[in-house]
């Protein structure tokens, strides 16, 4: 999967459950997330604080988590992606 399909889905997924797109913030989470990028380094790319970051990024990992079935976190996120989509195939 590349970026750009992750964000899909993540959209999708978020959506479906929130009935909200992601908004910026959170795109630029789950893209530096799977860049491999430190909360602080997102945080100095939005311009906003590394505990901003990590709220929103734990928003995700819950929402994430309700849907998958299984704990979503930013070790593991990569994985539970390549794992539910599998699972929808």
Known sequence: MDIQEILNLADRLIFNQTGKHL?????VVLRGVFQGKK???IAQECQCTNGH???VA???W???SETFG??????????A???WQFSIV
């Open 23 to 27: 908004d910026d913030l959170q795109q």
């Open 39 to 41: 909360y602080s380094e």
């Open 53 to 55: 970051v990590r709220d």
């Open 58 to 60: 734990s928003e995700l």
């Open 62 to 64: 819950k929402t994430f």
């Open 70 to 79: 299984e704990q979503v976190n930013k070790s593991n996120l990569r994985t």
């Open 81 to 83: 992606f390549d794992r």
